[in-house]
């Protein structure tokens, strides 16, 4: 060790001994005292040097450039002739009376390189080299004005002091640009450097390519880089006026070395160098991973890394879906997402999901107001049908008066962080806009979609108005019931909760049909309008004065059930809205009829297609595959919807309706059950459903829960890719579809099942995938079928890893059906079936 500091004392010794051989003792190069090869320029504190140099020892090739002058290891922050190589050492570098620099060979006047001020008058001109490492070419003997400076026209480094970014008044923007290799400093193919258009951001290009973007300036940082914090060791100024939109890096210990190099692979590094180590280390890169490759995902697509449970990154924004799901399932997000498909933008309800901690897309198709706070931003965006979407301009200054971002057009190159970033705020339609609120309520605390409610005071006054209209329905209600013995308030009360905090509450205000209205549009319930016979009564078609159609439910008198189930629909019904479920415009009640009134659905249910032969063929797999994917976001927005979970109980084929593009509604509320959020499933006396679309635990001892309606759903995917009902097959030793399935699945020859009408045109891939995910719907025991969450994450991302599926429950026995029913046993249940009536008793 101790030999090693000698031998290095020695060496330094011998360094500063050669240099000052070489150095013409000064920092400056005037007229008549020109830099020869060989000679060093020293900056007045020593810390940069100026001179020839060669980068690669087996070349001849000089170039004059800057170095760190008190590190050992030759640091080259500034090339002169970066492109244009002296062959020998015969380089002089002087200072003409025009004030430009001037590089040439000994025995040539033509200049190699030069500086290119032009109008300078004629006088006394000096270069001098600054500690900062700026070579700066004065006029006149007081270095008063300077004509020309390195900082201007920086090589591959970005050093403290310098100023990125635009010059408004001349136009003038600085680019740092690579290197062509580490042992050629000729401008190479990666430059960095500020675009202006909408809203200042810096830009990593690769030729002509945005490869990395740092993101808009947020009044901390950019948005793009969150560890750019106050303690970060520069002190960052940013500029953005009249005359100029620049950022400075300053440093707060001048002892300390550090630059920023855009270096030949591509890469934006910071390195420090380290005294005791001797060698310059790097703390911090960028581009660091794939969600920073400019746009990866695509248009309207977001890049996550910390997904979880799923290994492709991409994803679309809310009310988006990927422009190509087959590049999508290749795991290429490029193609970027459009709008879903039935989105009806700029019309009544449209609203606002904030996605959390997000590096905000590209400004360039953005428009900034800094006099608008958060608030105001959200109503102009509203009220420009060309805004996708609203952030806060800088989060520095809080929600008041944080000016605003509004984006027009594209969002490109969106993606989360983990814990840093800002809020985004999509718009969406009204029917996205619920989904959403559902969820962000349901995982506030993990979400990163948080439901945004209509503006504060909006809600104050919705709020108001529900409230009296509560008030006066109670009211009316309780007059009702005196007339009807039937009351809407039960059900009301524990709907409120997400009734007022999402806002859409003032669609709920149900149309009261007079009967009269109803008889005429029905023609006095004449059977050519009869639509079909459900469980509790029948339904029929109707057409208003105005041309109107509607779907009219008259439930049957008889059926002693029928009050309960208008109760719960109609006060159900109401709140929900959802693009897959079917929607309710009003109801109709009298001492005798009680009717509900649905929007209509000329395409009828999806049994009349899919156990159709000649229909079946209008259906293909992708429309197949919409609807199994429709039917589950419906029955997510059940599950999930605020504190409340509905259970619809009566999921089959022919309670989903197709619409005119052949979308899924779910409809047929008449079973639903709503929870609290405190219990998850519960017990009944009065088993009610369909056979064949119940769970084991259901039909055998009444409990019902969420997976109560997951099990449905496989039934029913499993029906919609074979074409055949559940409850009607029979074939060889199977009792039913899922036994068949089931048996095939465990031989490997699952495909067999799929409905013959599609012929070859399905993705082989894709079927089996939603084989698998019925199967998975369908396993006997509750706790191991998946929630219809994670189903839509499945259908989603078709690349994630399925569990294998234990055994369906295709052969009812008695099992403890994987849930607690320590709780008091229900005595005889009785399953009375509808629609494909069968009463079975089971006495326990
Ligand atoms: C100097 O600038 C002039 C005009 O802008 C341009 O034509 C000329 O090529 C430049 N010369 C050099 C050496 O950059
Ligand atoms: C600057 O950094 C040097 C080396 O790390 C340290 O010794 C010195 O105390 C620092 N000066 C200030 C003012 O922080
Ligand atoms: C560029 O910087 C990155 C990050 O510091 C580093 O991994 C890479 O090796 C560098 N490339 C070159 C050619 O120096
Ligand atoms: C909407 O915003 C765009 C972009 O700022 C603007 O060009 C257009 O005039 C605006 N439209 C309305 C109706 O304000």
């Known amino acids: 060790m101790h030999q090693n500091g000698d031998v290095y004392f020695l060496l330094s010794t011998l360094f500063i001994f050669l240099i000052f051989r070489f150095c013409i003792s000064t920092d400056t190069i005037t007229l008549t005292q020109p830099v020869k090869d060989g000679d060093i320029l020293v900056s007045n504190g020593q810390t940069f040097s100026l001179g020839f140099f060669s980068p690669d020892v087996d070349s001849t090739n000089r170039f004059v450039g800057i170095w760190y002058n008190n590190v050992s290891e030759q640091t080259v922050v500034w090339v002169a002739n970066r492109d244009r190589p002296i062959a020998n050492s015969s380089g002089i570098l002087s200072v003409d009376e025009t004030g430009n620099l001037f590089l040439h060979e000994q025995d040539r006047s033509v200049a190699v390189w030069s500086t290119n001020v032009s109008g300078a008058v004629n006088g006394e001109f000096s270069a001098q080299l600054l500690d900062t490492g700026n070579l700066v070419v004065f006029q006149g003997l007081n270095n008063e004005a300077y004509s020309w400076q390195s900082f201007d026209d920086p090589s591959n480094t970005f050093l403290p002091g310098m100023k990125l970014g635009l010059d408004r008044k001349t136009g003038f923007n600085l680019v740092i640009t690579s290197w062509k290799s580490y042992t050629n400093p000729g401008t190479g193919d990666f430059s960095h450097k500020m675009e202006i258009v909408g809203s200042p951001q810096l830009f990593l290009y690769q030729g002509v390519t945005k490869f990395w973007r740092t993101g808009s300036w947020t009044g901390r940082g950019w948005s793009g880089i969150p560890e750019m914090t106050n303690s970060f060791l520069f002190n960052v100024t940013y500029v953005n006026n009249n005359d100029e939109v620049v950022i400075v890096y300053l440093l707060s210990n001048s002892s300390i070395f550090t630059r920023l190099v855009v270096n030949e692979s591509g890469t934006m590094e910071r390195l420090s160098w380290n005294d005791g180590d001797r060698g310059w280390n790097g703390d911090w890169s960028a581009p660091r991973d794939r969600c920073d490759r400019y746009n990866h995902c695509g248009r309207f697509g977001f890049c996550d890394l910390y997904k979880p449970g799923v290994n492709f990154e991409c994803d679309c924004l809310p009310g988006y879906e990927p422009e190509s799901q087959q590049d999508w399932d290749l795991r290429d997000g490029l193609k970027g997402c459009k709008r879903k498909v039935g989105t009806r933008m700029c019309e009544v309800g449209d609203g606002f999901v904030e996605f959390r901690r997000v590096k905000v ?83 506030s605390h993990k979400n990163r979609f948080l439901f945004i409610g209509l503006p504060t005071i909006a809600s104050v006054f919705l709020l108001c108005t529900f409230f009296i209209c509560c008030y006066i329905r109670k009211k009316k ?58 469980g509790f009564g029948s339904v029929y078609k109707g057409k208003l004065l105005n041309g109107q159609e509607l779907a009219i439910k008259r439930l049957s008198q008889s059926s002693g059930q029928g009050m309960q189930e208008f109760k719960n629909e109609v006060t159900l019904i109401a709140k929900l809205q959802h693009r897959n479920l079917v929607r309710l415009f009003g109801y109709c009640f009298s001492k005798e009829e009680k009717m509900l009134v649905y929007e209509y659905l000329p395409n009828k249910g999806l049994d009349s297609f899919i156990f159709d032969q000649e229909k079946a063929p209008i259906l293909d797999w992708k429309k197949r595959f919409q609807i199994i994917q429709g039917i589950a976001r419906g029955l997510v927005y059940l599950h999930h919807d605020s504190r409340l979970r509905i259970i619809h109980r009566d999921l089959k084929a022919s309670n989903v309706l197709l619409d005119t593009d052949l979308n899924p509604k779910i409809s047929d509320f008449g079973m639903a059950k709503i929870f609290g959020g ?69 031989q490997d020859k699952a495909l067999t099942i799929v409905d013959s009408s599609l012929g070859d045109s399905f993705n082989a891939r894709e079927v089996l995938f939603c084989i698998h995910v019925g199967i998975l719907c369908v396993q006997e025991l509750a706790r191991d079928r998946p929630t219809m969450t994670g189903v839509t994450s499945m259908l989603s991302n078709q690349e994630t890893i399925l569990p294998s599926p234990n055994q369906p429950a295709f052969v009812f026995r008695k099992l403890n059906y994987g849930m607690d029913s320590t709780s008091a046993s229900a005595g005889g249940v009785a399953c009375s079936v509808c629609d494909d009536t069968i009463t079975i008793l089971h006495p326990r």
């Not at 989360?416 to 806009?433: H, K, N, P």
């Not at 909760?497 to 004449?526: C, M, Q, R, W, Y």
Request: charged fraction near 25%; proline fraction near 2%; include cysteine.
């Open 361 to 443: 897309p590209d400004t360039s198709t953005a428009r900034v107001n800094m006099s608008l706070g958060l608030e105001a931003c959200r109503e102009s965006c509203l009220g420009n049908c060309t805004c996708t979407g609203y952030a806060s301009a800088d989060i520095s200054k809080g929600a008041g008066g944080g000016g605003c971002i509004t984006w027009h057009g594209d969002m490109n190159d969106t993606r989360t962080f983990s814990d840093a970033g800002q809020s985004l705020y999509i718009r969406v339609d009204a029917a996205e806009f619920a989904t959403y609120s559902s969820k962000g309520k349901n995982r």
């Open 477 to 534: 209600a309780k007059r009702n019931e005196d007339q009807d013995g039937f009351s809407f308030t039960n059900n009301m009360k524990s709907l409120e909760g997400p009734f007022k905090e999402n806002g859409i509450g003032k669609n709920v205000d149900l149309h009261a049909f007079d009967l009269g209205a109803i008889v005429s549009a029905t023609d006095n319930f004449s059977p050519s309008n009869k639509l079909g016979e459900g």
């Open 678 to 746: 405190v219990d998850d499933e519960a017990r009944t006396r009065r088993v009610v459903g369909t056979y064949g679309y119940m769970s084991p635990e259901y039909a055998m001892e009444g409990l019902f829960s969420v997976k109560s309606d997951v099990f449905s759903f496989g039934i029913l995917v499993l029906e919609i890719i074979s074409g055949r009902k559940n409850n009607s097959y029979y074939q060889e030793n199977s009792l039913n579809l899922i036994g068949h399935v089931w048996d095939l699945w465990k």
